[in-house]
Nanobody
Framework: QVQLVESGGGLVQAGGSLRLSCAASGRIFRLNDMGWYRQAPGKQRELVAVITSGGSTNYADSVKGRFTISRDNTKKTVDLQMNSLKPEDTAVYYC??????????????WGQGTLVTVSS
């Protein structure tokens, strides 16, 4: 089994910053993409940012220029630095990862979610 453990959520005022971290553990042969998604009340879960094992990144238009995703392949961690936060960034943020348990068995896992609340 592969597990993702997130940390770093909380309450912040508009314009402030937060950093989310996520660590993968368990039986991992190879980690491919790691990313962050979010789900606001009454809305569908959406992609925030994703990073490949080679370091290529992709961001939602709504966070470009404000959020930065990074990863440490040795530590199997992915971070999301969030700056210039807005009230509309309020959501539960979920870490996601996919990869392989072995040469032939793949996986996709989700973290438990961490709440980010941005006050106006």
């Amino acid at each position: 089994q592969v597990q993702l453990v997130e940390s770093g959520g909380g309450l912040v005022q508009a314009g402030g910053s937060l950093r989310l971290s996520c660590a993968a553990s368990g039986r991992i042969f190879r980690l491919n993409d790691m990313g962050w998604y979010r789900q606001a009340p009454g809305k569908q879960r959406e992609l925030v940012a994703v990073i490949t094992s080679g370091g290529s990144t992709n961001y939602a238009d709504s966070v470009k220029g404000r959020f930065t995703i990074s990863r440490d392949n040795t530590k199997k961690t992915v971070d999301l630095q969030m700056n210039s936060l807005k009230p509309e960034d309020t959501a539960v943020y979920y870490c996601n990862a996919n990869g392989y348990y072995s040469a032939l068995r793949n996986f996709e896992v989700w973290g438990q979610g961490t709440l980010v609340t941005v006050s106006s």
